[in-house]
Structures are given as C-alpha cells and as structure tokens.
C-alpha cells in the first residue's frame, strides 16, 4: 500500500495512539494514507471506530508478531 | 459532516485512578472530533485545584478540611492499594514505564484538545475555593443548571 506518512506508536497504549492519529491525520492532504505502527491490540478495535465518527477511511491492518500496521485514509475533499 | 457529536463527563471523584479514567475517555474524545465538557464538582474539584495552602476565604474548619485533603493533580492518590502512599508510587512508576501519561500530562493533553472545565460553585463554597485556587485551563465556574443543560445535548454522559 502506498503510504503517505508513518506514525509511530509502538509501546503506546489506548488512548495514545487515537490521540497521535487525530493529531497526525491533520497534516495530511485528503485522499492521503497515514500508517499507524502499534502493538496495543485495542488499535484494531479503536481505530474503526475513531475513523467512521471522523469523516475518515480506515482501510485495514496488517498484523506481524507483535507488531501491527494500520491504514487510514484522511477523509474529505 | 454532521453535527459536532458531544460528550459531558462529571468528575466527582479525587481520586487518582478514576481521574485518569475520566481524563483518557475525555481525550479520546476530543481526538474523536467530540465536544468534551468536564464538570468538576465536590472531591472531583482537588484534580484541577493548584493545591496552594493560602488561607484565603477559608473558615477554619474550611482550612482544616484543605489541609487533610490538599488539592493539586499530584497530591491524587489511588482508591484502592494507596498503602500510605507507597500502591500510588508503585502505579505511577508502572505508568511511567508503560508511557502512560501522568495525570498532570492527561490535563495538559486535554486543555490542548480543548476539552472544557467547568468548576461546581456550591463544592467551591462548601470548600472555601475561589476561582484563583483553580489551574489556568478552568473555562468556567458554574452550577447543576448549566451541567444538565450540556447533558441533555450529548449522548455520552458520564459519572465518575
């Protein structure tokens, strides 16, 4: 997946991760596609449900070890 | 999108973990484009108190009360396992290790989200608190009209 920016969140736990996407999604364009690096399982929940009430596309995750990559596309434009 | 979704907590509670609960779910909800409006009232009101030991308006008995239960984010201990001090000490190292954000830091967070705080006036009076005993981020000193008018707004409201 092409990707426009990485957040890093590993070793951070609910609700960081949600707060540092909020905060990041704000310097991308609409249309563009934030990763999220995590390895607090709740991402997988929390992440849909922080992109259907914030006009964003959660496009789904990819999980290796421990490790797990979310897409979200910024909504809008 | 749709009209601005909001949420009102009340922090009744001084105790160190429920105010950190109130703080994470305040913040996620800002973070969730949420309106966030956080009514501070009885104990709730020492987490956002500077925790200062002016006497200001305080009657003795007032002054006594402040001095067993001082205010200030910091001064928050756990409801449960505080063991004199230690069971917070512990959580605070566990939470710090973790990369969890300090109470003090869950505040700033807030503030910056722009979560409102609100202040009870009639838990200010039965304390002898004054609007300058309070952090910088209070937006305003109010009463149970004003909550309920914010609650019956929001579909989340909560009680901690």
Redesign the interface.
Known sequence: MDVDKTLDCI??????P??K???AINSLEPGQVLEVLADDPGIKSDMP??AG???NEFLGFEEEGGEIKVFVRKGGG | MAEQEKMTLIVFSGDLDKALAAFNLANTGASMGMQVDMFFTFWGLSVIEKGGLERGKKSPMQYMMGLMNRGGAGRRKLSKMNMAGMGTHTMKGLMKRFRMPSLEESIALAKEQGVHFLACTTSMAIMGLQEKDFIDGVDDFVGAATYLGLATDAKVNLFI
């Open positions: 070793g951070l736990y609910c609700p960081m949600i707060v996407t909020a905060q449900a922080w009430k914030t006009g």
